[in-house]
């Protein structure tokens, strides 16, 4: 297969290097990519991801874990990155701000001077944070963003930001094969149950018999994208023999209130939890949902999963975890 650019990625007899893949989204890529034949090398430092997220694959003899951390240079035989190293939600990513846009920074100059040395392609996890606090609705790949460089979330946005900055000069200068995807709000099994995103949160708060937290009046409006459906268009740009660089928006666009989702959870999981309204956090954009209509057109791709039906899936694997 070709990427357009000249560059093979054929699939078997491959190993596919996946940062940050003993996190949630890395978990279910590597997951993927080993039912699609590859070998898979997957790289992480623990930082937010857990054995037990890859502990069903460890007894995969095309399956390898390394213990790194992307900051520092990296030198493996791959044939193709996907580079989801980053702590992904406000708890994480602010617990060390400085390390978190060295992620991103020096995390991806490593991991792109890797794929340059090597001549493979190389995705880039990227997020609809990049867009800010939009001032656009739905937000469209080619919107710049209304972010906030000096506030707390900065570390991860303008990380981020500069991530894509680098993919693309990566590939203007040194004709890297690059892919680009934005990623908006998704869940799904093996999401951290305390990093405070909110569908893992109601869910806990929900089999817990805690109060839900809500924010604001909770009718600011999210987009929730189910991993799988995540997965498929990642893979797919990936394997796609068109030159599919993106910027591509990756995301579910129907659009539910946090009460909405709040009232869900509630029902599918019986609680009797009482909703509990806190502050808005600093700079909490008010709607967030993607135009993935660029997508559908370049990769065939569009999600399947309803929220419906990825919310049974992901409160059986809560009920499953938390005992
Ligand atoms: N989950 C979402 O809704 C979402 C939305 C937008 C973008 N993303 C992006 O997708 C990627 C994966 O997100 P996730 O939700 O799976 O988060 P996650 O925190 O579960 O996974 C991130 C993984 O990266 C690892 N990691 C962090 N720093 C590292 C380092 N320096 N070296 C090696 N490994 C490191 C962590 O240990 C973890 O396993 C991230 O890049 C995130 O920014 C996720």
């Known amino acids: 297969m070709s990427d357009g650019n000249g560059f093979m ?14 996190g949630f989204i890395g ?19 623990f930082y937010t991801g857990t054995r037990g997220n890859i502990g069903h694959l460890l007894s995969n003899p095309h399956f390898e874990v390394m213990r790194h951390d992307i900051t520092f240079p990296l030198y493996v035989q791959v044939s193709g990155i996907f580079n989801l ?15 978190t846009t060295k992620v991103s920074v020096h995390g991806s100059i490593n991991m792109l001077g890797l794929a340059k040395r090597l001549s493979v392609p190389i995705l ?17 790949e080619s919107y710049w963003g209304n972010v906030n460089t000096i506030g707390p979330r900065a ?3 303008e990380g981020k930001r500069c991530a894509e900055t680098l993919f693309f000069d990566y590939h203007r200068q040194h004709k890297l094969p690059i ?28 089999l817990k018999g805690e109060p839900i937290s809500v924010f604001g009046d909770g009718l600011q409006t999210r987009s929730f994208c189910y ?61 967030r949902k993607p135009d993935i209509s660029l997508a559908q057109k370049s990769l065939g791709w569009t999600p399947k999963t ?18």
């Open 227 to 287: 991993v799988d459906d995540l997965v498929s268009a990642m893979v797919m740009m990936m394997e796609s023999e068109e030159d599919v660089r993106g910027p591509l928006n990756i995301g579910n666009p129907t659009e539910f209130t946090m009460i909405e989702l709040a009232e869900m959870v509630l029902k599918k999981t019986g609680s009797k939890s009482k909703l509990k309204h806190l502050p808005l956090p600093t700079d909490d954009p008010k709607q």
């Open 27 to 45: 978990s279910h890529i590597c997951e993927r990519l080993l039912d699609r034949g590859y070998e898979v090398l997957c790289v992480d430092n």
């Open 155 to 157: 570390c991860y946005d």
């Open 306 to 323: 309803s929220l419906d039906e990825g919310l049974d899936r992901t409160i059986a694997y809560f009920r499953q975890t938390l005992g």
């Open 9 to 22: 990625w054929t699939r078997y007899a491959n190993t596919i290097l996946v940062t940050g893949g003993a």
């Open 124 to 140: 880039q996890a990227s997020t609809s944070e990049i867009y800010g606090d939009p001032l656009v609705h739905p937000q469209i």
């Open 179 to 206: 892919k680009v995807v934005r990623i908006f709000n998704t869940y799904g099994p093996r999401m951290h149950p305390h990093d405070g995103r909110v569908v893992s949160n109601f869910i806990v708060q929900a």
């Open 85 to 99: 190293a980053c702590p992904a939600s406000p708890i994480h990513y602010q617990r060390d701000p400085v390390q």
